[in-house]
């Protein structure tokens, strides 16, 4: 039964997904698959069930309309150089995702390992095909495919603001913090997280107004979520940008300023306990919120026993895992629980519930892209920064929230979306910056770089 209902919902989705397979070729094309891939998985985040139903069908046809937009791409007729960091990347994900559909043999609930392994496929290969089809022949394109991205995820905070400032959602019913119009506290926490440093990349160029209120809007959904998690994931990409600036051009100021970062982020909750035990605590209620949004944690239901429990059930499958995507059905049959209780039907951790899904073998395929990914990510570019902060904000987020492979959350599919997207920016070449560039960009072409200034460059 559960088979026939999963064909019915891929049935429906692909008779959904027809409008948007519908002239693919067209210039303005590219904007709609992104932003209905975008707004697709932002109903899967709000409170209301019938706009999650809806979302989770139109989650597959949408990304494969997106792949079916990115083959009707045209290939550049003179490829790029390999990149080794990215073909050593892109085969470790795609040997995951093999490994994960294996997985389904021994997976208590095949259908959610298979619906998984499906999501994975498309969106690596969409991601795949947009970086080698469309981002690696102009930087200028993939600006402005992540910035449709972001747009949505933007407009979506926005009136979720407003709806709130007018009374027609309540701000929130789990101890003070805001939700809106989001399903919890955490998934407002995770957007706005991921939100930040991507839109400060996107704004570096235009007027201050614009620049400050596209950080301000996912920096409120941080503040007023009350998550210490995401906050902390925040500041560790903050440090990672202070690093890369520190690698570059060393002062003491900036030494001291990170090793002042440093030890904040170390002893963060005595330091925010002090803080609110004195009166300015009082006065400033998202930092009232914060504190409140760990004690959670202290509760038998709390982060810290769910990854205790975790440990015992992972003993007992520790090469294989019980199969990709099974962490939410292991953990409801260990607590007793029911489908529908969103507290103990996760890890709370992306890095625990790897271990759960996929055990130390599908661990470490996916550590060595994880591995490619960073190293890539020391080596860009000053002007690809804040980009690079976006990852490792979600790399950081994934230690107290399972965000990297929950793939139903608009923030999880932004953060792939950057990690892809950073490989097609330029980076640190042992030969200069130019050669990189004369390898990215066909000599033909009259990109962001034109051709007499990079063969002067190469040639000086």
Known sequence: ?????????????????????????????????????????????????????????????????????????????????????????????????????????????????????????LLLAFLNLMKTRRWDVDARVLRGDIGDFVFVLQVTLVVSYLLTFLGVVPFGQFQGRYSGIFWNPNTVAMLGATLIFPSAWLSRSRRWPVRVSSVAIPSAAVLLSGSRGALLAVAIGALFLLLKSMLVRPTVVKWAALAVGALSVAFWEDILMFVVQTSLGSRIPALTRLYRGGELALTETGRSNIWRDSGTIFADSPLLGHGLNSTRTVLKDYYDVGLTDTVLGHAHNSYVEL????????????????????????????????????????????????????????????????????????????????????????????????????DAAVTK
């Open 1 to 121: 039964m559960r088979d026939l209902v999963a064909g019915l919902f891929a049935a429906a989705g692909l008779i959904l997904a027809l409008p948007l397979i519908i002239g693919l070729r067209s210039k303005s094309m590219g904007t709609f698959v992104i932003a209905s891939i975008a707004a697709t998985h932002v109903l899967t985040n709000l409170n209301d069930s019938a706009l999650i139903a809806v979302g989770t069908v139109l989650r597959l046809p949408t990304l494969l309309a997106g792949v079916l937009f990115a083959l009707s791409q045209k290939t550049p007729q003179h490829r790029a150089k390999t990149d080794p960091a990215f073909v050593i990347y892109r085969s470790a994900l795609f040997l995951f995702v093999a490994f994960g559909i294996i997985s389904s043999i021994w997976a208590p609930d095949r259908v959610d390992t298979l619906i998984k392994s499906a999501t994975l496929v």
């Open 355 to 454: 271990l759960l899904d996929v055990g130390l073998i599908g661990v470490s395929v996916i550590a060595v892209a994880f591995a490619a990914l960073i190293v890539r990510l020391l080596i860009l570019n000053e002007s690809a920064a804040l980009l690079a902060a976006g990852v490792v904000t979600g790399f950081a987020l994934g230690m107290t929230e399972s965000f990297i492979f929950g793939l139903a959350a608009a923030s999880a599919i932004l953060w792939w979306w950057t990690s892809f997207a950073v490989f097609a920016l330029p980076f640190k070449h042992p030969h200069g910056d130019a050669v990189q560039r004369r390898n990215t960009v066909h000599p033909r072409y009259h990109g962001p770089f034109e051709n007499q200034q990079v």
